[in-house]
């Protein structure tokens, strides 16, 4: 399984931007798609998740409200809408993709970097 996330950019506080995730390959064997994201100097935390069967999505707390994430099947790609973006939301952003129920996070695209500005 490729993932290729794409989206990333400058926007300033309050702004909104929408990243993608497209898979590819052995779609079929995945079970949920997630975003990650590392601001500079710290780990990488966890920000949403949506499965593919039934769009059953997950939020971190700090993304609850502003962050919504949906999923086109036909087209294998996940999109993160962020609304209301502070200066904190400013990271590299990462899809990654669970292949079974119960599994880790076995695959991961390349970050798209996104920036807010005070």
């Known amino acids: 399984v490729q993932l290729q996330a794409s989206g990333g950019g400058l926007v300033q506080a309050g702004g909104s931007l929408r990243l993608s995730c497209a898979a590819s390959?052995?779609?079929?064997?995945?079970?949920?798609m997630g975003w990650f994201r590392q601001a500079p100097g710290k780990e990488r935390v966890f920000v949403a998740r949506?499965?593919?069967?039934?769009?059953?999505?997950y939020y971190a707390d700090s993304v609850k409200g502003r962050f919504t994430i949906s999923r086109d099947n036909a087209k294998n790609t996940v999109y993160p809408q962020m609304n209301s973006l502070k200066p904190e939301d400013t990271a590299v952003y990462y899809c990654?993709?669970?292949?079974?129920?119960?599994?880790?996070?076995?695959?991961w695209g390349q970050g798209t970097l996104v920036t807010v500005s005070s």
């Open positions: 990654a993709a669970i292949s079974s129920l119960g599994s880790t996070y076995d695959y």
């Open positions: 949506i499965t593919w069967s039934d769009g059953r999505q």
């Open positions: 390959g052995r779609t079929f064997s995945t079970y949920a």
